[in-house]
Nanobody, 123 residues
Framework: QLQLVESGGGLVQPGGSLRLSCAAS????????IGWFRQAPGKEREGVSC????????NYADSVKGRFTISRDSAKNTVYLRMNSLKPEDTAVYYC????????????????WGQGTQVTVSS
């Protein structure tokens, strides 16, 4: 049974960087499309990025395009989200999730979720 654990969150100053990790156990991540989502206090959960299982296709929310990079390390059974040029509006709990769909899909189609990691961008 697939389980996901996020790590790498923390407090960072505006303009700083973080790398989030989504480590899997119980199954290989290669057969799953993996999405990163975030939820800020008082706001709805939003999709940040995803990487498909079919061909490694990636996509990004407009708000993070050019600043965030999603990648997959099959040997470590881990998906990463590299976040550069962080802004206060990036502050949120970040979640990774896995879907059996072979393409990036909306959040309702993700079956397994991690517990989340807090990212706070503040001076």
């Amino acid at each position: 049974q697939l389980q996901l654990v996020e790590s790498g969150g923390g407090l960072v100053q505006p303009g700083g960087s973080l790398r989030l990790s989504c480590a899997a156990s119980g199954s290989t991540l290669d057969v799953y499309t993996i999405g990163w989502f975030r939820q800020a206090p008082g706001k709805e959960r939003e999709g940040v990025s995803c990487i498909s299982s079919s061909n490694g296709y990636t996509n990004y929310a407009d708000s993070v395009k050019g600043r965030f990079t999603i990648s997959r390390d099959s040997a470590k059974n881990t998906v990463y989200l590299r976040m550069n040029s962080l802004k206060p509006e990036d502050t949120a709990v970040y979640y990774c999730a896995a879907s059996r769909f072979i393409l990036c899909v909306p959040s309702a189609n993700y079956d397994v979720w991690g517990q989340g990691t807090q990212v706070t961008v503040s001076s």
